[in-house]
Every structure is written in structure tokens, then in C-alpha cells.
């Protein structure tokens, strides 16, 4: 007889296990950050600007509107669902709160018209979040259509960009502590907030269980509709802090800088999220996966930009890019799960 | 020549150590109705598909009209004339019936432009000759599931079936869809098709059957004529004469039953559940036996609040609750072990240790904080406790074994202290030595006061572990038998056949 003692628990779990274990169970993501160095080091080979600090500084500010947004849409996809409206939603919160600002000076007109607009934002999430988990309507279309809605007030509100944001705002996206700009440590922030919540909290644990499996989550007690409500709420606010990095870069509301024209925030997001290894359909995978997603897709543009390709070929690349990923996640797990 | 439309010579046919079927002959003949029964694990549905292609035998032979065949795929045995209705339907909800009966064989012009109008008209007509009225031009989706039955049984005959293999056909249908299949099955057997039908309900053996066969764990029990069995003869050969009493824990000697934890009074859920009284006491064992439809898992659902009722009350720990959910029946010291455990039991992508706390974290957490060296704790000691066979804790459940699986959803509840707990075909799928572990682990929860609640398809299992047995039949539970009182044959006899039938002697 073997003692069962020994075959139940392997103790080097306990620790966080070695090296070989910590590096099965993180696999995607060792895969997705070696990717992004290879990235980085192609572009310094080709560009000699790349990497000047200058640039690379300038590429982790250009990331964190999509960072911020894509650390939004990876908890909405842990838990199983999609959120499509943020991109309305960042172009809602830009265009009032710059609208609402008028360029007056002081924080007394920041702090209450920031207040106003995220709370706007907040009230899609809700939305999204009632319409998923009361209305069982799938979170494709229910979010398409909030976000549709969400377009169309900002489009009555204005066509053209409007407003001015108030001077002291600017400073959230043009400071720096020593040589680090503000927005990238708030970022840092945000995402470590992020990873928190899903890793050391019941509500996380809950999350990855819903996307896992919703009906045996239901059936272990776990009520769906509450964790919904946090997943898309805490979506549409993360779409609001990038509304707000947004305007205090550009100086102005656009009505269509979350998702109209050239950098949809939406589709983005969703696909930082899986090229960064969380799996559509949820259950598996998690923020810093996506910090690199956001990282690849920003850095993708700076070296396109500064090598001189054109923005069709960017397009296909990118779109390559993503196929490419994904395709390696689904491979590397159905040849684990054999 | 043999004359027989099929003959299956000496079947065996194992799965993993598992014999399945242990050198079993079968014969039928054109134009016969041949009812196959045997209680779960018998073996029919395995015997059926090696006919119907989807298996190949480890041993024996298959002929077809005398002829030796090999069929390595179903598509290659329903082109020879076999076709099989499963009690999932293979159909397109969004095509007509026409279309769907036709499907891949439709009439065409050149060019692959179909003859609409050819494709209808052939479809009216097979479907008149199995005296079924149902408009070709008609979308799937709109039809009734009994409905759709009559298509799959069109689609079996527009393929020049000999043979129609139908598996449990009348689990899911009402008494008036019923006669309906049996004046189809007859128009079949009128058209010369070898009809092999499985049933779990002998009333229908008599109603249809010119021959049955009995199965029992694998072995041919018997081939008769219906006339020379009636319905005693024919549960006494399904049941056999080996008990395996010897492997169920054994009942503690003191009888007295602890204080109500949960009542059921005049519940009904239309159309599955109809007037149900139970009443569940700490420390003891209830068993519900019944067939699948028979509204069992649903009254365990209606139970732990995932299922709404109709009317009626249920009474908790002497407190009538009325929307019950499974959150609030936790709450109140429930849990569940479900019948589907892929499904329903386990986060199949997440590990054990994460499975095995699922629903115990909101008693563990601190403002909102896994308390993970409590958690760790914890699950390490229940999982050593149930014995549960893992490499580790942070191993994907979906990959361990059946019985493993098991244990770590029996664990997850543990882990909660229920008072009242509910399985549902709780050593389904499971190795033998995993099921004696399982039953243990039910008995000595009783011991340790909880009220419990076990429904089962298997009635050795039902007899061996419950202290009172419930036997539910369309909805209703027709009787209630101390576990010492009851026998197999009552239990299978009333499962069957529910409680207005007279008890044969």
C-alpha cells in the first residue's frame, strides 16, 4: 500500500512552487512578454529612434488610454462577457466633460463635472449589467446597443469636438515625477488595483468561477447578477478614466475619439485583451496579460510609425498580429488538454 | 441464410477494464418489434450502437440479412439499411421538415438548383405512410419534441431503413404523443421494418413488443415472445438474483429520527411535479427512485431554489420559505451535488483548490479577502479526507478521473457543514471502488446529523444507502417504503409502471 498521504498533496504548491511549475502555469504570459521584447528589439534594430527614452516614454503614455480601457474589458471577459459599449462611452465622457469644463480654471469646476460624467458612465454599466443578467440578453448585442444609444446622445450633444478642458487638467496627462509621466504611474496603479481584486479577492475568485462555468457558479451560491453588475460597472468606469487621460492630452472633447474613426477603443480593447491570453468566453487569464497586449499593439504603431509604413499595411499587420496569437493560446491549450 | 433481418453473434465489448457487454447474441426479424430492456448499466444502449456503427466490438459478429458486415461509421450502417433515433434529435431547427428529412440527399436539378416542389412532395409521402400528419413545408423549430420524433423516424424510412433503432423514445413524451408513436411504430412493422425499440417502461413492452430481450450488467439474460413473459416475469429477469448488499455501509443500530429539517407539502409544478408531500429528518437517508422524467432532478431543483414551483410550500429548519434560491438555500445550510457534475458540479478550467472552495469563500473571507492560509488549510484537509487523488491542489479538475471529480463537488460542500444535502445520481460514471467510498461518505454524513436526500436511477444503490425510499413515477411519488420493507421488484414495479397498477404476484 502506498500512503495516501503522500500522493494527495505535492507540498511545493505551497511555496508558489519552483521554477518549472511557475512556469507551466504561466506560460501564455512568459510567451506574451517574449513576444513584446521581440517586438521592442526589432524596432530598435530597424529605427535608431526607438529607443531613445524620449520615444519610449512617449509610447507608455500613448498606451494608457487603451491600457486603461483594456484592464476594463479584461474583467468583463473573465466573467464571460464582452463589453462593445466603451468605446461610446470614452467618447461620452470626452465630449461632456470638455463641453462641461469650458476651460474654466480650479478644481471646483474639475472634481463636479468629472463626478457628472463618470457617473454617466456608470449608468451604462448598470445598464449593460441588467440588460445581461435580468434581460438575459448576450452581452454582444446588449452592449452594441447601449453603446449605440450612448453614440447617439454624444452625436446630439455635438458633431464636432467641443469645449476646452480646464488648464489644471492638462497636468494629468503632461506631468511627470522626475522622468516618468503621471498618467503611466496611475496606470501602474490601476492595473495593480486590477490584478488585486481578481487574484486576492472573494469577488475575483468569483469572477473567473462565473466565466468558467456560470451555471455551476449559480449552484454554488454565487449570484451571477451581482458579479455582472461589478464586471460591466467597473468596464464603463475604466472607459471613463480613459476618457479623461484623453481630453487633458488633446486639450478637447471629441465626439468620436472613443470609437468613430481611426482607433476604435472597443474592438482595440477587446483585442489587447486576447492577444494578451484571456480567453473569450472567460475563465482564464488576467491584467498583466493584457498590459502586454496594449503594449504590443501601442508599440506596433510607434515602430510602423517611425520605420515609415504605411497606415494600410498596419492595418493587415495588426490583424495578422492577433490571429496570430489567439491561434498560438488555442494550440498551446489543446495540446495541454490532451 | 439465417432469415434474420439482423443478428449480432457473440458481442463483447469493453471500455477501460469496464466489460461492457459480455458475449451477447441478438436476433430479429423483418417486420418484428423487438423490446430491449435492462435496468442501467445493462448494456443497450452499447449493444444498439455497435449495430448502429457507432461502436465496433471487441469481439463477435454482425450480420445483416445473413451477411457478415463491418461497420466502421454510422453514415456506413445507415447507408446499409440501420438506422438509429437517438433521444437527442439530429435535426436543423431553422429548415422544414421536408429539407431536414431529406437532408444531403435532396432532389436537384444541374447545378446543384433544388427541386423544391419534388423535395415537398416526396416528403408528404413518406410521411402519409407513417399515417403522420405533419406539413413538410413547416420549420422544425415550431414542432413539438414529439413531433420532431416523427421527422427523425421519416428521415429513418426516406433512407430505405430496414432496421430503426430507437432509444428510449418515450422518455420525453405526454400520454397523447405516446399512442402516436406506437400507431408510427406499428406502420413501420406494417412496411416491413425491423423495429428495435429500448425502453425503460415495461408497460409499453407489453403494449408493442412481439419479442424481448432482457440485458442485464452486460449479459444476455433472455430472447422471448411478449406472450410467454408477463410484467413479475420480466422484472425478476431484469433484477437477477446477485445482490451486492455486502458493499453499502451499514445502518446505525439506533432508530430515532432527529428533529424535520425540511418539508415539502402539496407541492406541484405544472407539468412535471404533482402534489408532493416529503418531509426530510436529520440523520437520516431518503431515496427517491424513479425513471429519468420521472420529475426527480426537477424536485431537487425546486428544492435548492433553482427551479421555481407552482403551488404548494416548503418548509426549512421550520421556517416556510417561498422564493427559494440556491444562494439563500446555502445560506440556510443546503447543498447540492448535482446529477451533470461536467455541467453543474465543477469550473472544469479551474483547480481543485479553487473548486473545492467555491462555495464555502463567503464564510472564510475578511472584508471581502481570501484568507488564503485558511483557505489552503481547509481544502487540504477534505481533500485528504475524501481521499481525493490529485497531484496537487492547483491541478485542473478537468483532469482528473470521474470519481475524483466527484469527491472534489462532495468536498466543495463539505467544506459548507450542511444540515440538508441533495444528491443527485451521486456515483453515476464512476468506478466501483470510488461508489463504495461515495455511499461511506453519504452514510456518514447521516451519522454526523445531517439530513439527507439521494436520488438514483440505480435501485441496489437506492435499497443499499436509504433509510426510507420514495418511488416518484410522472410527477407524483407513488409510494413511500421503509428501506427494510422494500424490494427490488416493488421499487422497479412501481417506477415502472407507478402506483395505480396492483401489485403482481
Known amino acids: ?338 | 441464410m439465417s432469415g434474420y433481418i439482423v443478428e449480432l453473434r457473440e458481442i463483447s465489448k469493453s471500455f477501460g477494464g469496464v466489460q461492457a457487454l459480455d458475449n451477447v447474441t441478438f436476433r430479429c426479424n423483418t417486420g418484428e418489434v423487438h423490446t430491449l430492456v435492462g435496468q442501467n448499466g445493462a448494456g443497450k444502449s452499447t449493444l444498439m450502437k455497435i449495430l448502429a456503427g457507432v461502436y465496433l466490438p471487441d469481439r463477435g459478429q454482425v450480420l445483416l440479412e445473413g451477411t457478415p458486415v463491418h461497420f466502421t461509421s454510422p453514415y456506413e450502417a445507415q447507408r446499409l439499411g440501420v438506422s438509429i433515433i437517438y433521444q437527442e434529435f439530429n435535426l436543423i431547427p431553422d429548415l422544414n421538415v421536408a429539407a431536414n428529412v431529406f437532408l444531403g440527399r435532396e432532389p436537384r436539378h444541374p447545378f446543384g438548383i433544388l427541386k423544391s416542389k419534388e423535395l415537398i412532395e416526396k416528403a408528404q409521402d413518406v410521411l402519409h405512410r407513417l399515417g403522420v400528419d405533419i406539413n413538410p413545408r413547416i420549420m422544425v423549430s415550431s414542432l413539438s419534441v414529439a413531433q420532431q420524433q416523427m421527422v427523425e423516424i421519416a428521415k429513418a424510412l426516406s433512407l430505405r431503413a430496414k432496421v430503426v433503432i430507437m432509444d428510449e423514445p418515450s422518455a420525453t413524451l405526454g400520454t397523447r404523443e405516446l399512442d402516436n408513436l406506437f400507431k408510427v411504430v406499428k406502420a413501420l412493422k406494417a412496411q416491413g421494418v425491423a423495429v428495435i425499440y429500448i425502453s425503460h417502461r415495461l408497460e409499453e413492452v407489453f403494449t408493442l413488443a412481439d419479442k424481448v430481450t432482457v440485458l442485464k450488467d452486460g449479459k444476455l439474460v433472455d430472447t422471448l415472445p411478449i406472450d410467454r413473459v408477463n410484467r413479475s416475469t420480466l422484472v425478476q429477469m431484469m433484477i437477477g438474483s446477485k445482490s451486492f448488499m455486502e458493499k453499502f455501509p451499514p445502518r446505525p443500530e439506533k432508530k430515532e429520527t432527529g428533529r424535520e429539517v425540511l418539508r415539502i407539502e402539496n407541492l406541484s409544478s405544472h407539468p412535471i411535479l404533482h402534489s408532493i408531500n416529503l418531509s426530510i429528518h436529520s440523520g437520516e437517508i431518503v431515496g427517491i427512485a424513479g425513471l429519468m422524467g420521472s420529475g426527480r432532478t426537477e424536485l431537487a431543483q425546486v428544492m435548492f431554489g433553482v427551479r421555481h414551483y407552482g403551488t404548494g410550500s416548503i418548509t426549512l429548519e421550520g421556517d416556510i420559505v417561498r422564493s427559494l434560491r440556491p444562494y439563500f438555500a446555502i445560506e440556510n445550510g443546503m447543498s447540492y451535488v448535482p446529477e451533470d457534475r461536467k455541467e453543474e458540479g465543477l469550473i472544469m478550467n479551474l483547480s481543485v483548490l479553487k473548486n473545492t472552495a467555491l462555495a464555502s469563500m463567503r464564510h472564510r473571507q475578511r472584508a471581502g479577502f481570501i484568507t488564503k492560509k485558511e483557505e489552503y488549510e481547509q481544502v487540504t484537509q477534505v481533500i485528504e479526507t475524501l481521499g481525493v487523488k490529485t497531484p496537487g491542489l492547483g491541478h485542473e479538475v478537468a483532469r482528473l478521473s470521474g470519481g475524483n471529480q466527484q469527491k472534489v463537488v462532495v468536498a466543495k460542500w463539505l467544506l459548507c457543514n450542511p444540515t440538508l444535502i441533495i444528491f443527485d445520481e451521486p456515483t453515476r460514471g464512476i468506478d466501483v471502488q470510488a461508489k463504495v467510498e461515495i455511499w461511506k461518505l453519504i452514510r456518514d454524513l447521516a451519522n454526523r446529523g445531517a439530513a439527507v436526500l439521494m436520488i438514483s436511477s440505480e435501485i441496489p444503490e437506492i435499497l443499499g444507502i436509504s433509510d426510507r425510499v420514495l418511488v416518484m413515477h410522472k410527477g407524483k411519488i407513488a409510494k413511500e417504503f421503509r428501506a427494510e420493507e422494500a424490494t427490488e421488484e416493488d421499487i422497479l414495479t412501481l417506477a415502472s409502471f407507478g402506483g395505480s397498477v396492483e401489485r403482481l404476484d
Do not use: C
Open chain 1, 1 to 338: 500500500m502506498e500512503d495516501p498521504l503522500s500522493v494527495l498533496i505535492d507540498n511545493t504548491e505551497r511555496r508558489g512552487g519552483n521554477f518549472r511549475r511557475y512556469f507551466r502555469n504561466h506560460f501564455e504570459t512568459i510567451t506574451i512578454y517574449l513576444v513584446l521584447l521581440v517586438i521592442a528589439a526589432t524596432g530598435a534594430v530597424l529605427s535608431p529612434d526607438f529607443i531613445k527614452s524620449q520615444n519610449l516614454l512617449n509610447v507608455l503614455l500613448q498606451a494608457v488610454a487603451l491600457g486603461l480601457v483594456s484592464v476594463g474589458q479584461t474583467v468583463v471577459i473573465l466573467s464571460g462577457g464582452l463589453d462593445l459599449s466603451v468605446g461610446a462611452t470614452i467618447s461620452m465622457v470626452a465630449v461632456y466633460s470638455s463641453g462641461l469644463m469650458g476651460g474654466r480654471p480650479g478644481i471646483e469646476v474639475i472634481i463636479p463635472v468629472i463626478l457628472l460624467t463618470t457617473s454617466m458612465a456608470l449608468v451604462v454599466g448598470l445598464l449593460n449589467s441588467q440588460l445581461v443578467s435580468k434581460f438575459r440578453i448576450t452581452p454582444f448585442i446588449a452592449t452594441l446597443a447601449t453603446g449605440s444609444m450612448v453614440q447617439g446622445v454624444v452625436l446630439m450633444y455635438t458633431k464636432r469636438p467641443k469645449g476646452l478642458v480646464s488648464p489644471e487638467w492638462k497636468y494629468f496627462a503632461e506631468g511627470t515625477i522626475g522622468p516618468i509621466p503621471i498618467a503611466v504611474i496611475f496606470f501602474i496603479i490601476i492595473v495593480g488595483i486590477a490584478f488585486f481584486i481578481l487574484s486576492k479577492t472573494v469577488l475575483g475568485r468569483y469572477i473567473y468561477a462565473t466565466g468558467g462555468n456560470e451555471n455551476a457558479s449559480r449552484l454554488s451560491g454565487i449570484r451571477i447578477d451581482r458579479v455582472l453588475i461589478f464586471v460591466y460597472v467597473f468596464s464603463s468606469f475604466m472607459a471613463a478614466l480613459s476618457a479623461l487621460f484623453l481630453i487633458s492630452r488633446m486639450g478637447i472633447g471629441d465626439p468620436q475619439v472613443g470609437g468613430l474613426t481611426y482607433q476604435r477603443y472597443d474592438l482595440e480593447s477587446i483585442a489587447a485583451v486576447l492577444v494578451g491570453g484571456t480567453v473569450l468566453g472567460g475563465g482564464a487569464g488576467g491584467v498583466i496579460g493584457t498590459v502586454a497586449g496594449v503594449l504590443i499593439l501601442t508599440l506596433l504603431n510607434n515602430v510602423f510609425n517611425l520605420v515609415g509604413v504605411s497606415t494600410f499595411y498596419q492595418w493587415s499587420i495588426k490583424g495578422a498580429i492577433i490571429i496570430g496569437a489567439v491561434a498560438i493560446y488555442r494550440m498551446q491549450r489543446t495540446t495541454r488538454s490532451l
